[in-house]
C-alpha cells in the first residue's frame, strides 16, 4: 500500500486595496506603503480584519479620499464608492463607532467652532451622537449633507446629550479629527 503525497502547500497570497479616484476611469493596487501615505488606516486591513471593521474603514476612506475602493483577499471582497449611502453606524454607540473607524484623540473645541470649521472643509466626515448613541454621519463632501450641516443648530451649547467628532485627512494619510467637550474620550 502506498501513502498519498502530501498536499503541496498552498501559496498565501496577501490581500490588496485596488483604489480608483473618482471618476474611476484608471484604477491601481497599491502597496501598503502607498495605502498608508492615502489613509494610515487603509495599511492595518488584512484578510481576517473583522467585516464589521472592514467595511465601516473603507467607507469612510472612500468617502474622505473621493475614490473607489476595493479590497480583496482569499475569499474576500469589499467595494466602497465615496457617495455610497452608510447607515451602518447609526444606532451604534459612540465607543463602538471610534472602534470601527479607527478614531484616536482629537482635539477638543466647542460646537460653534466646530461648526465653522467643518463648514469650510471641502472633505471631511461629522458623527453626531445623542445620548452616546450615533444618530447621523455627515460626508462633507456631499451638497446634501451639507444641507444637513446647517440644520444642526450649533450656535448656542447643544442639548445636554449631543456630541460631535469630525475628521478629515492630513496629508501623509493621518486623521484631523475635533471633537465637542461631550464626546467620550477614546
Not at 461648526?115 to 472643509?121: E, L
Amino acid at each position: 500500500m502506498t501513502d498519498d503525497p502530501p498536499p503541496a502547500p498552498q501559496a498565501v497570497t496577501p490581500p490588496t486595496l485596488t483604489v480608483a479616484f473618482h471618476p474611476p476611469q484608471y484604477a491601481q493596487t497599491l502597496p501598503p506603503s502607498a495605502l498608508a501615505r492615502l489613509d494610515a488606516r487603509l495599511a492595518h486591513l488584512h484578510a481576517r480584519t473583522p467585516d464589521d471593521v472592514l467595511h465601516a474603514t473603507l467607507r469612510d476612506a472612500a468617502r474622505l479620499l473621493g475614490a473607489h475602493l476595493t479590497f480583496r483577499a482569499a475569499g474576500r471582497c469589499a467595494h466602497a464608492h465615496p457617495w455610497q449611502a452608510d447607515a451602518a453606524l447609526l444606532g451604534v454607540s459612540v465607543r463602538r463607532a471610534a472602534h470601527l473607524l479607527h478614531l484616536r484623540g482629537g482635539n477638543r473645541c466647542d460646537p460653534g467652532e466646530l461648526h465653522a470649521a467643518v463648514g469650510r472643509w471641502p472633505t471631511g466626515t461629522l458623527l453626531v451622537a445623542r445620548r452616546g448613541v450615533i444618530c447621523a454621519q455627515l460626508n462633507l463632501a456631499c451638497d446634501l449633507d451639507r444641507l444637513a450641516l446647517d440644520d444642526l443648530e450649533l450656535e448656542g451649547p447643544p442639548g445636554p446629550d449631543v456630541a460631535l467628532y469630525a475628521h478629515r485627512l492630513r496629508p501623509g494619510g493621518q486623521l484631523a479629527a475635533w471633537h465637542t467637550p461631550r464626546w467620550p474620550r477614546s
